[in-house]
């Protein structure tokens, strides 16, 4: 089991270096920032931008991977983000994680004054912005001049440009969000790795009884594409607005060994704030930290 820290961007750098160099040093495999303009219960609190954080984080440390959690379509076009991930995961020596997602209805989805899109609409903007990642972080700009060129229903380029030899090869790992069939039936076809927070609005035995569900359905739906279930990791978010996971080393330790039973091979847990949500003491994170590193 690998284990991931969210780093909510909230705090100034001066502050926020001293968690992602920690994150580091206690032993996590990956930590992440949200790909939010603002986000829920935080929107009118401080909150900085996803690319420029990771970039610091990327200099800051220098093993731990280092991840959005999850893009969104909402507010970005594939080419320009394509460049900027390739430039962070060239900074940190091949170190970036790519976490996408179809974008929520939210702040996010009505900043930049877009319609509100159906459910299908998203999807389909969802397969399209992913496509276009898959494609472009894969490419390399030779010397010569290399271009890419795409005409969708969303998104539209000419003669794209990269940033030249991917860092990784044969890209940054796409590691795709998703719980409803669609949305899993993408993760099969492009994931390098499906990561899931669970449904929402649960108690905690409902929500992982649904967890184990959406598991068997990502097994049928790579099945379907011919891939064996084994080959893909699985991350799970553990932490929601009511339930934070790591409010005792014990429950973040029972909800590790039961992710684990379920066949994921990640989990994911929250920097704890002071308070509101993810509230926590930074000494369980510690000792929660010390029985895994």
């Known amino acids: 089991m690998r284990h991931g820290i969210v780093i909510l961007p909230q705090e100034p750098w001066a502050e926020a270096?001293?968690?992602?160099?920690?994150?580091?040093?206690?032993?996590?495999?990956?930590?992440w920032t949200y790909d939010h303009l603002s986000w829920r219960s935080l929107a009118d609190q401080p909150w900085h931008a996803t690319i420029p954080t990771l970039t610091a984080a990327a200099l800051a440390t220098t093993t731990i991977r280092l991840g959005t959690f999850v893009a969104s379509p909402n507010f970005r076009h594939p080419v320009p983000f394509a460049k900027e991930v390739a430039t962070v995961d060239e900074i940190s020596g091949g170190r970036m994680l790519l976490g996408v997602g179809s974008g929520g209805t939210g702040f996010d989805a009505f900043v930049l004054g877009q319609p509100e899109y159906t459910p299908r609409q998203r999807h389909e903007r969802y397969v399209e912005f992913v496509a276009a990642l898959d494609e472009?972080?894969?490419?390399?700009?030779?010397?010569?001049?290399?271009?890419?060129?795409f005409d969708g229903d969303w998104y539209t380029a000419h003669d794209a440009r990269m940033v030249g030899e991917p860092a990784q090869h044969p890209r940054v790992p796409l590691i795709l969000a998703a719980n409803g069939p669609k949305g899993l039936a993408l993760v099969a076809e492009r994931g390098d790795a499906w990561v899931t927070t669970g449904p929402e609005g649960k108690s905690e035995e409902e929500w992982w009884r649904a967890i184990a569900a959406l598991g068997a359905r990502l097994d049928d739906a790579l099945a379907t594409q011919g891939r064996d279930p084994?080959?893909?990791?699985?991350?799970?978010?553990l932490d929601s607005e009511s339930t934070y996971f790591l409010e005792s080393v014990q429950k973040f330790e029972d909800a590790a060994g039961r992710a684990a039973s379920l066949g994921f091979t990640?989990?994911?847990?929250?920097?704890?704030?002071?308070?509101?949500?993810?509230?926590?003491?930074?000494?369980?994170?510690?000792?929660?930290?010390?029985r895994f590193s």
């Open 17 to 31: 270096r001293r968690k992602w160099e920690a994150a580091e040093h206690l032993g996590f495999d990956h930590a």
């Open 136 to 149: 472009l972080l894969r490419f390399e700009t030779p010397g010569s001049g290399g271009r890419m060129s």
């Open 230 to 237: 084994q080959t893909l990791d699985r991350y799970l978010s």
């Open 266 to 290: 990640d989990v994911i847990t929250h920097w704890p704030r002071p308070d509101g949500v993810y509230a926590g003491s930074e000494d369980v994170l510690v000792e929660a930290a010390s």
